[in-house]
């Protein structure tokens, strides 16, 4: 019954540093950054293991600040099920939108999680002097900019000259071109929907971030070249295959994938860590933005009013294949699986009949065959095989699928609905003891969307949601929604229309949740709604872009030798437009890095992103609250935003 | 901390008329004369005495924009106390009165205890609408009525405590069935058998294995 909800006590809230599972470091070479390295502390052990405490407490995401726990619990009413969104829109980039419910009572909490993060990327170059007229001087003279690619300088904006002033260069170096840190924003928007328990949840939307910024910082020489290094090595030395940034990128979000789910397997020893997530990450870097997914969550583009998928939804029956392909062989002897990572050690090819525990099998019937089948002719299919022949059916076809069910009641061996994601390493098949995990995997499918060629306008929005929202809404629904929604706000009522996004995704929400009627959640057009949890962020696309384009446009000459970004970047500020000098930000009061604080005295030459302003800079130290704390402070100022350079 | 009882109240009306002042200057005794739109809802919780009885009060906290209107309107239900808020400054959100009240009254329990707060009584001279009409439209649909001030806190414990003990006579009354939560009312845990003890315990509350997703 929905109103049996009983309150728990959370009474061990508080006794977790929030922020602890951040600092894990291991930064790139050429990385210089506050972020500690100290991975093991970040980690430590906080009880000995046979007390196994919390790795981290039950909470809700830390974007919606929600202080104390009454609030938690008011989230948590599955009666009312209120639609939650974040106090303080303005510390989400760009307003925006975030709303959450929770479940009819499924489970006690709300298992869907989620996270926000701004993070830079910094890295220290000697950029070369080219010609007398160009960065050396524009950093004397300290105004102007003669609208070349190359001379948009050093002492724009994003380049940060260490010493900050028309000075000689530092005395040991003379020889050398000034040392100047090129920093390149990211964002990150990620939602995490955990089952049998809220533990992998939690852990991903805690840490997954930090494995990303940390993989980032493993291929930053890839996204923040050094134009000398490609100098030297060009002419000599050819790559086998190019490495573009896009596919550093990607390989950086898979790798923090695989990374999360090994933490979690680790963690599970020493912590109470329960349960396993589904992931779908979208990941704003250098103009683009990169969509990582693994579950049935789903990403959708509402583009010109049309919805474009950015995810694939893996569930059991569109992964039907991949499971079952890895269970057949004659062989099973020499197989086993590592409990601790959960890998399958190779010994009969990838194979691995056992795990089905002579209780299922791989084999996939048109229809379920049943004991009176037995000797009779049925549609099959075979691991190996996407179309269908027959067989003649033997008493070991009877054992129950490997995959069943349709839609969203696919199951794996019974009892898992999704097929990626993280955690799941103690899961087994119902009332046996199979284990589910070699079934599942972490790896996501990255799909790449380029913002900065795509022609926006302020209604193309990134929809990233649970399955909570789509199990009701479909993609073009979801699309006319946030159409409607957006349009309740009008450009000229400016102290709403930050409200617009927010406003989307609470109507999304809304959609689905639909409203209780008697005792059964419908919607508004008197249909089953979902029973459970929702998420949904609504990311606007175009500010990204402006400000991207802004960040390329200071970064002038470009730090890569690359043509095509050349190419690009004289389009962007070959036109004679220069990003406005706009004083440097007031940063009293606000812990920055070394670097940054260097910056703020390149006097009128250092030009911040505006947007950035409500953000935190420094989060490669960041435990996500004390980038709350920095947000907070500037809270209330409304970002000027910069001219559209291109 | 324990209690008796647990209310839940919602705060309804216009945008503007002062509602997130008011749930501010109840839990936290202060003002904050430019306050961020409310968006969806907001929440505050304080513990008040009513006959020697500990009673939490969790107040929802809703928009009044009409952009929000569907969303807060499932606030309604599982409130055993409403406040109807306009503001004396500003005729229209007096004249919106009826809208509201039909809308809570659709939406909500029928037991629930609605009282009208004309707030901003601080600023007598730009009144609008005066006191007795305040106090007509209360008598004739059964309110009860108050002018509070969340600038100066006039009125304001009063607003909500005077409704907690309407609810809490209700009770004592038998009217309100406080076992069925979809009232508003929850019992205390240590009145409570069955909801005392949890542990945050991730086993208890995920379960292990077995049936997911």
Known sequence: ?646 | MSYAYLFKYIIIGDTGVGKSCLLLQFTDKRFQPVHDLTIGVEFGARMITIDNKQIKLQIWDTAGQEAFRSITRSYYRGAAGALLVYDITRRETFNHLTQWLEDARQHSNSNMVIMLIGNKSDLDSRREVKREEGEAFAREHGLVFMETSAKTASNVEEAFINTAREIYEKIQEGVFDVHNEANGIKIGPQHSPGGAGLTNNQGAAGGQGGGCC
């Not at chain 1, 940034?245 to 329960?274: C, K, P, Y």
């Not at chain 1, 389009?571 to 604080?597: F, H, M, T, W, Y």
Request: charged share 25%.
């Open chain 1, 1 to 646: 019954m929905l109103n049996r909800f009983k309150t728990a006590l959370y009474n061990v809230v508080g006794s977790f540093d929030q922020g602890e599972g951040g600092a894990m470091g291991g930064l790139g070479p050429g990385m210089t950054s506050g972020l500690s390295t100290n991975s093991v502390g970040g980690r430590a052990l906080t009880g000995s293991s046979k007390d196994k405490g919390l790795r981290f407490p039950y909470t809700r995401p830390h974007l919606l600040q929600l202080g104390s726990e009454d609030e938690i619990q008011v989230t948590a009413d599955h009666a009312i099920r209120p639609i939650i969104c974040p106090r303080d829109i303005s510390r989400l980039p760009w307003n925006s939108g975030y709303a959450e419910t929770i479940n009819a009572g499924k489970s006690k909490k709300n298992e869907d999680q989620a996270v926000v993060h701004v993070g830079l990327l910094t890295r220290p170059l000697r950029l070369e002097q080219e010609a007398p007229s160009s960065s050396s001087s524009s950093r004397s003279s300290s105004t102007l900019q003669d609208g070349r690619g190359s001379s948009t300088g050093t002492g724009a904006g994003g380049i940060k000259i260490e010493e900050g002033s028309a000075e000689p260069p530092p005395p040991e170096s003379p020889q050398l071109p000034p040392l100047v840190h090129v920093s390149l924003p990211y964002y990150i928007f990620g939602v995490f929907d955990g089952h049998a328990g809220w533990g992998a949840a939690v852990a991903a939307a805690n840490q997954l971030h930090h494995l990303v910024h940390e993989k980032l910082c493993d291929v930053i020489d890839i996204l923040i070249p050094d134009p000398l290094e490609e100098k030297l090595q060009s002419p000599i030395w050819v790559p086998e295959r190019e490495v573009t940034m896009e596919s550093a990128v990607t390989g950086a979000l898979e790798n923090a994938f695989w990374q999360m789910d090994h933490m979690i397997a680790d963690d599970r020893l020493r912590f109470q860590l329960t349960g396993g997530c589904t992931a779908c990450v979208a990941l704003f870097i250098r103009g683009k933005l990169f969509l990582a997914n693994a579950g049935d969550s789903r990403a959708i583009l509402s583009f010109g009013g049309i919805p474009v998928p950015m995810s694939f939804d893996f569930t059991p029956e569109s992964e039907n294949q991949r499971v079952r392909k890895l269970t057949p062989s004659k062989d099973p002897n020499r197989l086993r699986i590592d409990h601790l990572t959960n890998d399958i050690m190779e010994g009969d090819g990838a194979m691995h009949p056992e795990l089905l525990g002579g209780e299922f099998t791989h084999l996939d019937f048109v229809r379920r065959p049943q004991r009176r089948d037995l000797g009779k002719r049925v549609l099959y299919r075979d691991h190996y095989m996407t179309g269908w022949a027959y067989k003649t059916l033997t008493p070991d076809d009877l054992k129950y699928p490997l995959v069943c069910g349709e839609g969203k009641r696919s199951r794996v061996l019974a009892t898992i609905g999704v097929t990626r994601g993280f955690g799941d390493h103690d899961l087994k098949a119902q009332c046996t003891s199979i284990p589910i995990k070699p079934f599942l995997t972490p790896e996501p499918e990255v799909r790449v969307l380029d913002v900065e060629a795509a022609e926006l306008t302020d209604g193309d929005v990134l929809v990233l949601a649970t399955d909570g929202l789509w199990d009701i809404t479909s993609n073009d629904r979801a699309v006319s929604m946030v159409g409607k929604s957006l349009s309740h706000f009008l450009p000229d009522h400016h102290d709403k229309h930050k409200y617009r996004y927010t406003s989307a995704a609470q109507d999304l929400v809304m959609g689905s949740r639909g409203k209780l009627k008697e005792r059964n959640w419908r919607t508004s057009d008197d249909k089953h709604a979902t029973i459970d949890d929702i998420t949904v962020f609504v990311v606007p696309l175009l500010p990204y872009q402006e400000e991207h384009r802004a960040w390329k446009a200071r970064q002038g000459r470009p730090p890569k030798g690359k043509e095509a970004f050349m190419k690009e970047t004289v389009q962007a500020s070959g036109n004679g437009l220069v990003p406005p000098v706009v004083p440097p930000r007031d940063r009293d009061g606000l812990e920055c890095s070394p670097i940054e604080k260097n910056s703020t005295q390149d006097g009128p030459t250092t030009w911040q992103p505006p947007s950035m302003e409500a953000f935190d800079l420094h989060t490669q130290e960041d435990h996500f609250k004390s980038e709350m704390d920095t947000a907070q402070k500037q809270r209330g100022e409304e970002p000027a935003r910069g001219p559209d350079t291109a």
